[in-house]
C-alpha cells in the first residue's frame, strides 16, 4: 500500500494514498481500534448536508470566499451521490463529542473540494478547518448532525413502514369482522369477540405509536448549530445558527429550526431520549403483537391454532414438516434490542458535565440501529407474515362451542352464583355448558338458546 504524508497541529502522518481522509482522522483510525461498531453512514449524510449548509450560510454572511464555498458546495454533492463508508472508517468508540468524525467530514470535503479546484487552474486551498468548519466547532455540528440523522431516518424509513403495517391490520380488521372467537385474559378462557375485534386492538396499538413518534419528532427539529464550543455562539456570526437551519431545511425539504438555547442544544439529549422512548413503546406493542400471532397460530394439532400463518422456511432441522413463527421471532428480538439501546441512550443523555455531553456518538448510534431495525423488522413481519395470517374456521367454532366462559350472558338472567355453578357442573362432568345448565334447573332449553348466542356477546347489549 503507498502512502502520502498529511500534517496537523501534531505533526505528520501517513495516510493511505487512495483515501480522501487527512491527519486528524488517521491518529482516531490508530488511536480507537476498538470494535467493528462505525459511525452509521446516516449520521455522515447528515453532516454532509450540514458542512453544504453551512459553506453556502457563511458565503451569504460574507465569511466565506465564493470560490471556496462553491467548491464545499460542489464536493458534498459528488460525495452524496455515491455515499459508502469507505472514506468514514471511524470508530463509535472515539471523543464523545465526536470531534474524530466531524474532522474526517471535514478533511473529506476538503480534499475533495480541493481536488475540484486544482481542476480550474485554481490557486485557493480548502482547508478542512478554517473554512469546511468555519463558524462551527464540533460540540455544535454534531448534535445538530444527530437530530438531523434522527429526524430523516425515522421519518423516511420507520413511518413508511408504520404505515404499511397499519394499512394491512385495518385490512384485517374488515377481512375478519363476522369471525367470532373466543377471547382469552391471564392465557384463560373469556367471553367472546371477534378476530376483527382483536386485530383492532393491534392496529390502534400501532397508530398510536406513530403519533406518538410523530409528536416527539418536533423537538428534533431543533438544530444546535450556532452555539459552536459551549453555546456562546463565539466565531459564529449572530445569524448563523438561524440561517443554517433554513438551509438545511432547503436541501431536505424537511422543517427545521435553531435552538432557543444553545446551552442546552449542547449539553442536553433530552429530545432524542423523548423519541427513542416512543420507538420503544413501538417495541412494546411489536413485541405484544408478534407474540399474539404465535400463540394464536400455535400448532397446528396441539396449540391454539386459530390462525395459519405462511410457511415462508423449513421450521427444523430434525423434525420434517415443521414449521416455526419465525418472522414473530424475528420482531420479538429487535423489540428487545431497541428496549436494550433505549436503557444505553437513557444513561448516555444523562451525562451532560457542565456545558457538554460527551457520550454523543453511542447515544446515536443505538438511536440509528433501533430505527434501523424496527423499520426493517415490521416491513419484513408485515410482508412475509401479517400479509398472510389466516383464520382457522373450524378450530375457532370448536373451541367456542367448548369454551365455558359462554356462561357470563347468563348473569343478568340468573346471577353470578348459579352461573357459576353451571359451569363447574360442566367442567367436573365433562359435559357441555348447555347440559350443565338444563340440569341445574336454573332455565330452560330455549331460554339457553336465547340467552347464550355468541353474536349477541360481542357488543355492548341493551337489557
Not at 448563523?240 to 449542547?266: D, Q, R
Not at 406493542?285 to 423449513?314: F, H, Q, T, Y
Not at 433505549?342 to 451525562?351: G, L, N, R, V
Not at 419484513?380 to 398472510?388: K, L, T
Request: include cysteine; hydrophobic fraction near 40%.
Amino acid at each position: 500500500m503507498s502512502y502520502r504524508i498529511e500534517r496537523d497541529t501534531l505533526g505528520e502522518i501517513q495516510v493511505p494514498t487512495d483515501r480522501w481522509w487527512g491527519a486528524q482522522t488517521e491518529r482516531s483510525r490508530q488511536n480507537f481500534k476498538i470494535g467493528t461498531e462505525k459511525m452509521p453512514i446516516e449520521v455522515i449524510d447528515a453532516f454532509l448536508i450540514l458542512k453544504r449548509a453551512a459553506a453556502t450560510v457563511n458565503e451569504k454572511l460574507g465569511k466565506l470566499e465564493s470560490e471556496k464555498a462553491n467548491a464545499i458546495v460542489k464536493a458534498v454533492d459528488d460525495i452524496r451521490k455515491n455515499l459508502t463508508t469507505e472514506h468514514f472508517p471511524l470508530v463509535v468508540w472515539q471523543t464523545g463529542s465526536g470531534t474524530q468524525s466531524n474532522m474526517n467530514v471535514n478533511e473529506v470535503i476538503a480534499y475533495k473540494a480541493n481536488e475540484i479546484l486544482r481542476q480550474t487552474e485554481s490557486k485557493v486551498i480548502v482547508h478542512p478547518n478554517d473554512d469546511v468548519n468555519k463558524s462551527q466547532s464540533s460540540n455544535d455540528t454534531f448534535p445538530t448532525a444527530m437530530h438531523i440523522a434522527a429526524l430523516l431516518k425515522v421519518e423516511n424509513d420507520l413511518l413508511e413502514s408504520i404505515t404499511t403495517f397499519k394499512t394491512t391490520l385495518s385490512n384485517k380488521v374488515a377481512q375478519f369482522a363476522t369471525v367470532i372467537k373466543i377471547g382469552r385474559t391471564h392465557l384463560q378462557d373469556a367471553t367472546p369477540l371477534t378476530l376483527g375485534q382483536e386485530i383492532s386492538g393491534w392496529h390502534r396499538m400501532i397508530e398510536k405509536c406513530e403519533k406518538m413518534i410523530q409528536t416527539s419528532l418536533e423537538n428534533i427539529r431543533e438544530l444546535a448549530i450556532g452555539g459552536t464550543a459551549v453555546g456562546t455562539g463565539i466565531n459564529a456570526h449572530t445569524k448563523f445558527g438561524e440561517l443554517v437551519a433554513e438551509e438545511i431545511s432547503k436541501i431536505t425539504g424537511k422543517a427545521f429550526v435553531t435552538a432557543e438555547n444553545k446551552f442546552h442544544a449542547l449539553t442536553s439529549h433530552d429530545e432524542l431520549v423523548h423519541l427513542h422512548g416512543a420507538l420503544k413503546a413501538l417495541a412494546a406493542d411489536a413485541m405484544k403483537i408478534a407474540n399474539d400471532v404465535r400463540w394464536l397460530a400455535s400448532g397446528p394439532r396441539c396449540g391454539i391454532g386459530e390462525i395459519m400463518i405462511p410457511a415462508n422456511e423449513p421450521g427444523s432441522s430434525i423434525m420434517p414438516g415443521k414449521v416455526n413463527p419465525t418472522q414473530s421471532e424475528a420482531l420479538t428480538m429487535v423489540a428487545v434490542q431497541v428496549m436494550g439501546n433505549d436503557a444505553t441512550i437513557s444513561f448516555a443523555a444523562s451525562q451532560g458535565n457542565f456545558e457538554l455531553n460527551v457520550f454523543k456518538p453511542v447515544i446515536i448510534y443505538n438511536f440509528i440501529q433501533s430505527t434501523t431495525l424496527l423499520a426493517d423488522a415490521i416491513r419484513s413481519f408485515n410482508d412475509h407474515c401479517a400479509v398472510g395470517i389466516d383464520a382457522n374456521i373450524e378450530v375457532i367454532e370448536r373451541h367456542l362451542k367448548n369454551s365455558l366462559m359462554l356462561v357470563t350472558a347468563l348473569n343478568p338472567h340468573i346471577g353470578y352464583e348459579k352461573a357459576a355453578m353451571i359451569a363447574k357442573s360442566a367442567h367436573q362432568n365433562g359435559i357441555t355448558l348447555k347440559e350443565a345448565a338444563i340440569n341445574s334447573g336454573f332455565l330452560l332449553e330455549d331460554e339457553y338458546d336465547s340467552i347464550v348466542d355468541p353474536s349477541k356477546m360481542i357488543n355492548p347489549q341493551d337489557h
